[in-house]
Structures are given as structure tokens and as C-alpha cells.
């Protein structure tokens, strides 16, 4: 048995092994590349996310006012001067 190594053996036995498994060695880069990918995207936007939902805590009084302006749903509407001929699509 030969037990010194030449680099034209290496050679060989690494061309050999790229050209046998070829595409599978391209199949995992292209997933792992996509894989990444993708987890990199779904990071950016749960960050983004956990940073603009931010909601406030309290009320200020201007807003507190315009609710308390607001009507109930069992509240009659005004009604409306149409031009002749029209109808109010909002009154049921």
C-alpha cells in the first residue's frame, strides 16, 4: 500500500467527488442561500413590527372630547337636502 499522498491524487479525488455529486452540493447551496434568505426577511419585518406597535397609554383631553361628540348607533340620522332626483346612499 502507497501511503504518500501526491496533490495530483487530491486532485483527482476532489474532481471526482464534485463531478458526482454536482448537483446535489448546488441543491443545498441554492435552499441554504433561499433558506436564509428568508429568515432574514421574516427577522427585518417582525423587528419593524415590534417597533411601530407601539400604542399610547392614555387618552389626552382634545381626543377624549371628539369621542364624547360622537353618536350611538340608535341615534336618528339628520336628514340631508339631496338635488332633486338623489338619494342618500348612507340612510338605511
Do not use: C, W
Given at each position: 500500500m502507497?501511503?504518500d499522498l501526491?496533490?495530483?491524487?487530491?486532485?483527482r479525488?476532489?474532481?471526482?467527488?464534485?463531478?458526482?455529486?454536482?448537483?446535489?452540493?448546488?441543491t443545498?447551496?441554492?435552499?441554504?442561500?433561499?433558506?436564509?434568505a428568508?429568515?432574514?426577511?421574516y427577522r427585518a419585518?417582525?423587528?419593524?413590527?415590534?417597533?411601530?406597535?407601539?400604542?399610547?397609554?392614555s387618552?389626552?383631553?382634545?381626543?377624549?372630547d371628539r369621542?364624547?361628540?360622537?353618536?350611538?348607533?340608535?341615534?336618528t340620522?339628520?336628514?340631508?337636502?339631496?338635488?332633486?332626483?338623489?338619494?342618500?346612499p348612507?340612510?338605511?
Open positions: 502507497k501511503s501526491s496533490l495530483q491524487q487530491i486532485t479525488s476532489t474532481a471526482r467527488f464534485l463531478h458526482r455529486y454536482h448537483i446535489l452540493i448546488f443545498f447551496f441554492v435552499l441554504g442561500g433561499l433558506s436564509a428568508t429568515f432574514m426577511l419585518t417582525t423587528e419593524a413590527q415590534s417597533t411601530s406597535s407601539t400604542t399610547p397609554s387618552f389626552d383631553q382634545k381626543t377624549i369621542i364624547s361628540t360622537l353618536r350611538s348607533a340608535s341615534d340620522p339628520t336628514s340631508i337636502n339631496l338635488p332633486a332626483g338623489r338619494a342618500n348612507f340612510q338605511e
